[in-house]
């Protein structure tokens, strides 16, 4: 199980961005992928998850209505759509998936119930 992220950058508050994760060795869509994110001296935090079973999604409240998750299944990735981006959301940014895991808020908010993890891609914002 392999998972590549990429699309980070710099961008300028307001601005947006669109990172990918692609799946290797699997489905994408066998499987739940998550989105977290990683600031320096922070908690790993979850970000948005797109179940595997119905397409259903789940964000976390801090970027709800800015961010959207959707998978292409041809391409076997799943992307995260950053719009109105703030100076907070400046972060290294993880995909991950799990066998047992559901999408889930519980999952997001417990980033150790994960199991499989992709490097991550970095993202900042500047003001």
């Known amino acids: 199980v392999q998972l590549q992220a990429s699309g980070g950058g710099l961008v300028q508050a307001g601005g947006s961005l669109r990172p990918s994760c692609v799946a290797k060795?699997?489905?994408?869509?066998?499987?739940?992928t998550f989105w977290f994110r990683q600031a320096p001296g922070k908690e790993r935090e979850g970000v948005s998850c797109i179940s595997n079973s119905d397409g259903s999604t789940y964000y976390a409240d801090s970027v709800k209505g800015r961010f959207t998750i959707s998978r292409d299944r041809a391409k076997n990735t799943v992307y995260l759509q950053m719009n109105s981006l703030k100076p907070e959301d400046t972060a290294n940014y993880y995909c991950a998936t799990d066998f047992e895991s559901p999408c889930s808020a519980s999952t997001l908010q417990n980033y150790y119930r994960v199991d499989y993890w992709g490097k991550g891609t970095q993202v900042t914002v500047s003001s």
């Open positions: 060795g699997f489905s994408s869509d066998s499987y739940p």
